[in-house]
């Protein structure tokens, strides 16, 4: 896990994506999701893992960066069918192949799991510890679809959060005020939600299934 974020003077953990949720555009028609910003994005997203501080969040890091590898391959295999997730999921399963399908799968769920995390930690106004709010985000995520081998250990990241203050602190540079944060991480974090709730409700039909 890397163990440096460079925070730029000023600025939240949000300016180091090299791209935001908010910059991933999404079809005014289809609702089609751009393959190539998205990936990026959700990348980019992956490194919050490592401001959580400890190596029990390597198995939920790697498990994000293993689905985007898998998806990313089949985009650069086949690029002109790919500039959409949606485009990329059909062209798949018309192959008889869902590698980078079941791979959007879990990443959304890995995503919704991050967005659920972040979304109780504000409605709960600081009134519970970062640890609550993620036990209860993978509870009902990522947990129905975990064996009784794997939740031991996504279990244990759970209850390795830091407290709720120290995490916060990690997210800004020396000198941005809490607002700016703030600010930040509610745009972010509407964006990730909107275009996690398109690809559930996508990857829920039938067109997705194998």
């Excluded at 769920?109 to 209860?136: H, K, M, N, P, W």
Aim: neutral net charge.
């Amino acid at each position: 896990m890397a163990s440096t974020i460079l925070i730029p003077p000023g600025g939240t953990w949000f300016d180091t994506h090299r791209k935001s949720f908010i910059d991933v555009p999404i079809d005014s028609g289809d609702q089609g999701i751009a393959t190539t910003e998205f990936l990026e994005a959700a990348e980019a997203t992956t490194t919050l893992f490592d401001l959580l501080g400890s190596v029990a969040f390597t198995p939920v890091k790697n498990d994000m960066l293993g689905n985007i590898k898998k998806i990313r391959e089949r985009q650069l295999d086949s690029p002109e069918q790919c500039s959409t997730l949606q485009s990329l999921v059909k062209s798949e399963l018309a192959t008889k192949k869902h590698t980078a399908t079941e791979g959007l799968l879990w990443l959304t769920r890995g995503l919704d799991f991050t967005a659920q995390a972040l979304r109780a930690d504000i409605a709960c106004s600081g009134s519970q510890e970062l640890s609550a709010s993620f036990r209860s985000a993978y509870k009902s995520t990522l947990a129905p679809h975990h064996s009784f081998m794997v939740k031991p250990i996504f279990s244990a990241a759970m209850s390795a959060t830091p407290y709720r203050k120290d995490f916060y602190a990690k997210m800004v540079a020396g000198g941005t005020d809490s607002k700016k944060l703030d600010d930040a991480k509610t745009v972010w974090l509407e964006a990730l939600e909107q275009r996690v709730q398109i690809l559930k409700t996508f990857m829920a039909s039938k067109e997705a299934k194998w």
